[in-house]
T-cell receptor, first 110, second 115 residues
């Protein structure tokens, strides 16, 4: 069945360093969504990507959708302690439910 | 705007006991989802409702799990009997429509521990 893989599973950075998490699917996705879950919290929607090669930015966060619509990435520039949490990508084939990846847990030390 | 409400927030039971979780979605959201999130994993969809009808329950262990959304608003998820491997956070989410393109809004979750 469809799977969404995320790497790395964990990442620790010093405050001010950059961070990137990658999401890969074995099948073409119709859309991909990114969510953030703070420790002890619930997933919160960040963004949705739909078009091949799409790039979206939210302040220090940059999201990309691959040309083949099988992979995506989230890049954070100059991390801050407020960026701590687990970042999930979730993708679907047309007409199917979203499948969440296992997430990348980011820790930031000041 | 009020968010997705869930209760209880925490529940501890012994294996073979029954448990029920309640969810009230954001007002006006026709689609409601129940997810199971095991520690260290991403949310796994158990069941999706559109109003009071089931859209997808392919991953719901129907021998022990059941869910209903009788009036198309709030929903209840039940486990009977519980197993040790059911220990997880049960998340309820809602969205405006049934399409996977819709942003999902999650509730705070119910943390279930089965002893």
């Amino acid at each position: 069945g469809q799977q969404v893989m995320q790497i790395p599973q964990y990442q620790h950075v010093q405050e001010g360093e950059d961070f990137t998490t990658y999401c890969n699917s074995s099948t073409t996705l119709s859309n991909i969504q990114w969510y953030k879950q703070r420790p002890g919290g619930h997933p919160v929607f960040l963004i949705q990507l739909v078009k091949s090669g799409e790039v979206k930015k939210q302040k220090r966060l940059t999201f990309q959708f691959g040309e083949a619509k099988k992979n995506s990435s989230l890049h954070i520039t100059a991390t801050q302690t407020t960026d701590v949490g687990t970042y999930f990508c979730a993708g679907d084939q047309a007409g199917t439910a979203l499948i969440f990846g296992k997430g990348t847990t980011l820790s930031v030390s000041s | 705007e009020a968010g997705v409400a869930q209760s209880p927030r925490y529940k501890i039971i012994e294996k073979r006991q029954s448990v029920a979780f309640w969810c009230n979605p954001i007002s006006g959201h026709a689609t409601l989802y129940w997810y199971q999130q095991i520690l260290g994993q991403g949310p796994k969809l158990l069941i999706q409702f559109q109003n009071n009808g089931v859209v997808d329950d392919s991953q719901l262990p129907k021998d022990r799990f059941s869910a209903e959304r009788l009036k198309g608003v709030d929903s209840t998820l039940k486990i009977q009997p519980a197993k040790l491997e059911d220990s997880a956070v049960y998340l309820c989410a809602s969205s405006f429509g049934p399409s996977s393109y819709n942003e999902q809004f999650f509730g705070p979750g119910t943390r279930l521990t089965v002893l």
